[in-house]
């Protein structure tokens, strides 16, 4: 299983960009996709979640400015982005909680990790 993310870039601050993570490989199902984010210094902190039934979870430091949504035919989730702040400069990473079929039929569950994607916003 892979996770490609892209759409990560430089915009001054109120900008706005969209970010996209792609799921291929060996996979079953997906229960959730989101994105995590790490600044310079700080610890990884969740910024948007959404399960396979649409539901979704956000960051308070992003409510209203950032939007999560996924297209289940394309195992992709994304991030919309807007009045960016300098504040959300960050390395962004994508996740998947998803399930694959292993030898004998076995169902597991794990969660996978995109790449990262660096997002910098000036003030």
């Known amino acids: 299983v892979q996770l490609q993310a892209s759409g990560g870039g430089l915009v001054q601050a109120g900008g706005s960009l969209r970010l996209s993570c792609a799921a291929s490989?060996?996979?079953?199902?997906?229960?959730?996709m989101g994105w995590y984010r790490q600044a310079p210094g700080k610890q990884r902190e969740l910024v948007a979640d959404?399960?396979?039934?649409?539901?979704?979870n956000y960051a308070d430091s992003v409510k209203g400015r950032f939007t999560i949504s996924r297209d289940n035919a394309k195992n992709t989730v994304y991030l919309q982005m807007n009045s960016l702040e300098p504040e959300d400069t960050a390395v962004y990473y994508c996740?998947?909680?998803?399930?694959?079929?292993?030898?004998?039929?076995?169902?597991?569950?794990?969660?996978?990790w995109g790449q990262g994607t660096l997002v910098t916003v000036s003030s």
């Open positions: 959404i399960t396979s039934g649409g539901s979704t």
């Open positions: 996740y998947a909680d998803l399930d694959t079929i292993h030898g004998g039929g076995m169902k597991r569950r794990d969660d996978y």
């Open positions: 490989g060996s996979i079953f199902s997906i229960n959730a």
